[in-house]
């Protein structure tokens, strides 16, 4: 079994003016594991990131590379002596030096290595000679990604490494950059607002909220098991409708629902408080599949256009609103009705 | 048990850092806390004196409107010369570019008794108006509209340079972003490139603040009465050196104010927004042939009020005194050499270090106290002088004097260096330093490969008007000397004072030379890497 790259106990981090920046932050990576952070604006992502650089003093808690304590109340230990290399959202090229004296930045007379290795899938060899300033956003950021990988870092830290890059780079980047890590075994820490972005990359995947990592799992979990309404929506378009429960198993953690969208049954994998009357059941767009055939039918109340399928928001006739998926070639007006049937795996309850 | 990794780390991160900054604020602090140990003694007869004749409150007065006068002033000769320098392309403006800096190689009292002495009632230029034109150009001595624009004539170049290499940082981009929101050149310029380049211009004028509050030389010469000269009146006429060193304590204090509130409006504003400066960025704008005319006529008439007439008349005073040229010129001019390039070299060595320290540090107080450390620049020199000698007699080391005259002068000029090298820091971002450290660089290798050639020029410019400055210094210079040193502005001094205005005029040339060495150097050195 490998051991853990990365290790973070309990980790709390203080600014003198601002206060609280993360709270009781804990998770473990092992070798060759890339992990992404979601999360909305200034809810520590970043701070997370820097505090494993080692830029940031935590206030409590640990931080462990390799096993060995790096960051702790007491101790620091340099951010040059880390072996984390991190990509800056900003890129941070030094701009007196070339694209190449850029990427050799982190050589020394021991330590070199042919940089087109990297250069030539990042399809930057041929602007090895220009600074900074006379190459364009996505070819800096591809410069800043390949000057961290040819750092040789235990660690790859990056803060929206995507962020300036068009849909189709950004796409091909991901893609390229998964299968790099994987055949480097590099590990990798990336914080990203998109969560398709995250789940393409990533082993694991980190929710924030109010400084507070609330849910640490798989993108599978993390998208079909979110543990708060906030993951579930942070993950995915879904909506929230009123559920009761008919039925419920415990052993075998399946149960039965009513719902304005009929019976569900399924089985959960939370634990389920069945005291309680109400609950409130997650249907992600592709959980509700059209179906003129189908009994069950919706008003269509807005609907929007993305080449392959349009994305339906329909209301039930107990007032709710769901999200649909459907193919494009069914076109149907705002205000008609269209039948549907539920195609729910999981029930995710909360 | 040892905690081997907080025991280093201390050593090699922030302890050593502290250190350095508490051993820089104590050897600034002390000789101005020596002047405050004063007020142990308080002379009622001169505190009753200055307060019941109400010369105190006059010279509050005086002193606040003169430096308010010098400020804006120079604030907008410096900042129209240096964004037209910037922005656009007239005639001669590779020219004008480093003249406008020459200024800085003439003394503030050489400024005064040149132009005092140019336009008194016997002189040719008068008696050639009053020939002619029946007009009087003759000076009125105690007038605050002669000694402003005099003092400003010799303090623009502060804000020249600062605005200018503020301006040549890339604000096409910004001044391109306001016009497309609907702003006209105008608007863009004062409502997005002048806040932008705030932190540089707001250095710069905290110079030329300081440097109006200290003056003593020029302000005597127009008998203009500051709070200053009253420091000087009260220890040589009043034979009060203890109430010489409580007014002192008095500017100081009204110096860390100044200092303070500059240090809570940079504190609040983060100016590192960008790392990177395309060529592009630098490209001037085209004007019409009407703007390229008029900014050259502009540039022309103060360089000419600035430099060229100030120099004609101080060569036409010394043509007429070659003959006293001898061997001691030599030793003159080397001595003053000698102090300006030591003074100058420790104190953009001591810059460089302390601006690397504050703009990354996180602790307010930390920062206040590097910014402290730059406070000798608002107090007259003498009294400096008598703070740093009796600092070193306390120690019974009054037999370095060599060691007391530059610790004086760096306590006096390191704020020249360190608001030049504050600016130049702030224009790039904290990542820069941070991606080097995630690279593996110590900060050794960081200080050789990062901040060394981002900031080099900025570390020549420095030293420039450091050594300038320095060379032109004339209190503590005479009064902490080594025995038997004569620097040229010692030698000034002896002529100045006998009221040889004619006769000071060779020194004054052999230090208008040598402080334009090194700005010949540098301008030489700039066009060398243009190419």
């Known amino acids: 079994m490998s051991q853990n790259l990365l290790k973070i106990e309990n980790m709390c981090m203080h600014y003198p003016q601002i206060g609280k920046v993360l709270d009781n932050i804990s998770l473990e990576l092992k070798q060759g594991e890339v992990a992404s952070l979601l999360g909305s604006s200034a809810s520590g992502k970043t701070s997370l990131l820097r505090a494993i650089a080692g830029f940031e003093k935590v206030t409590s808690g640990k931080i462990y590379l390799s096993d060995k304590l790096v960051s702790s109340q007491d101790v620091l230990l340099n951010p040059e002596k880390r072996k984390v290399a991190f990509i800056f959202q900003d890129y941070a090229l030094f701009p007196h030096l070339t694209v190449k004296q850029n990427i050799e930045f982190s050589f020394s007379k021991k330590n070199q290595m042919d940089i087109m290795r990297f250069c030539k899938p990042l399809a930057i060899d041929n602007i090895l000679s220009r600074y900074p300033g006379e190459i364009s956003g996505g070819q800096q950021q591809r410069v800043a990604i390949a000057r961290a990988l040819v750092s040789k870092p235990d660690l790859l830290l990056l803060d929206e490494p995507f962020s300036n890059l068009d849909v189709n780079i950004k796409r091909q980047l991901s893609i390229e950059l998964r299968d790099f890590f994987k055949s480097e075994n590099v590990s990798a820490v990336m914080v990203t607002h998109d969560p398709n972005e995250a789940f393409a990359i990533s082993d694991w995947v980190g929710v924030l909220k109010d400084k507070e990592l609330v849910q640490w799992e798989s993108p599978y979990n993390i998208y079909h098991n979110p543990k708060t309404p906030f993951v579930a929506m942070l993950s995915g378009r879904g909506s929230l409708i009123s559920t009761q429960i008919e039925s419920i198993d415990f052993k075998n953690k399946t149960a039965s629902l009513n719902t304005p969208l009929g019976k569900i049954s399924g089985d959960y994998l939370q634990d389920i408080d069945a005291s309680r009357d109400n609950f409130k059941l997650l249907i992600r767009p592709d959980d509700l599949v059209h179906d003129d055939d189908s009994s069950f039918l919706a008003k269509v109340v807005n609907k929007t256009f993305f080449g392959a399928y349009y994305l339906y928001q329909l209301e039930l006739k107990s007032g709710d609103l769901v999200e649909s998926y459907i193919p494009s070639h069914h076109d149907h007006h705002i205000g008609s009705s269209i039948g549907f049937r539920v195609e729910v795996d999981h029930l995710v309850l909360f | ?531």
């Open chain 2, 1 to 531: 048990m040892l905690n081997i990794n907080k025991i280093s780390d201390r050593f090699s991160g922030n302890f050593a850092k502290k250190l350095f900054v508490y051993l820089c604020v104590s050897i600034v602090l002390a000789p101005l806390l020596l002047n405050f140990t004063a007020f142990t003694h308080i002379d009622n007869d001169i505190w009753n004196h200055l307060i019941s004749e109400n010369i105190l409150w006059q010279l509050c007065k005086n002193s606040l409107i003169l430096c308010f006068s010098v400020a804006l002033l120079s604030l907008v000769l410096g900042v129209s010369l240096g964004a037209i320098v910037a922005f656009f392309d007239f005639p001669a403006r590779k020219y004008f570019e480093w003249l406008f800096i020459m200024p800085l190689s003439i003394p503030a009292y050489v400024f005064a008794f040149i132009y005092v002495g140019a336009f008194e009632y016997s002189s040719p230029i008068n008696s050639f108006f009053h020939q002619y034109f029946s007009f009087d150009l003759n000076p009125p001595k105690d007038a605050l509209y002669f000694t402003a624009p005099v003092l400003a004539l010799a303090f623009y170049p502060y804000v020249y340079l600062y605005s200018k290499n503020a301006f040549q940082r890339g604000m096409r981009k910004p001044l391109e972003n306001a016009r497309s929101l609907g702003l006209n050149p105008i608007q863009a310029f004062f409502r997005c490139l002048l806040p932008l380049a705030r932190p540089a211009i707001a250095g710069a004028l905290l110079l030329v603040i300081m440097e109006s509050l200290a003056d003593f030389g020029a302000v005597s010469i127009f008998n203009y009465d500051t709070f200053t000269t009253a420091i000087y009146k009260t220890w040589f006429s009043l034979q009060s050196i203890n109430g010489a060193a409580q007014l002192s304590s008095a500017l100081s204090i009204f110096a860390i104010l100044l200092i303070y509130l500059d240090f809570q409006k940079q504190n609040r504003k983060s100016f590192a927004s960008k790392s990177l400066v395309s060529k592009d960025q630098r490209k001037r704008f085209q004007i019409s042939k009407f703007w390229r005319i008029m900014f050259f006529v502009y540039a022309s008439i103060i360089i000419l009020i600035s430099f060229v007439f100030p120099m004609l008349q101080l060569l036409y005073w010394a043509a007429h005194h070659l003959q006293n040229i001898d061997y001691r010129y030599l030793h003159f001019l080397s001595q003053s050499a000698i102090i300006a390039t030591v003074a100058a070299t420790i104190c953009v060595g001591l810059s460089f270090l302390l601006v690397l320290i504050q703009v990354r540090s996180q602790n307010t107080k930390h920062k206040f106290l590097i910014r402290l450390s730059t406070l000798g620049y608002a107090l007259p020199g003498s009294i400096l002088a008598v703070g740093v000698y009796s600092l070193f007699a306390k120690f019974h080391l009054t037999h370095l004097a060599f060691t007391a005259l530059i610790t004086g002068l760096c306590i006096r000029f390191l704020s020249v260096s360190f608001n030049q090298l504050q600016g130049a820091r702030l224009q790039y971002s904290d990542r820069l330093s941070e991606a080097a450290q995630s690279l593996g660089k110590p900060v050794t290798q960081r200080l050789g490969l990062l901040h060394w050639p981002l900031l080099k020029n900025t570390l020549l410019t420095a030293f420039l008007l450091v050594f300038v400055d320095v060379a032109k210094e004339m209190p503590i210079t005479l009064m902490t000397r080594p025995f038997g040193w004569s620097p040229l502005s010692v030698r000034i001094y002896e002529m100045t004072a006998e009221g040889e205005w004619q006769k000071a005029a060779l020194p004054a040339v052999f230090l208008v030379l040598l402080s334009c060495l090194p700005i010949l150097f540098f301008i030489f050195y700039d066009r060398k890497k243009s190419t």
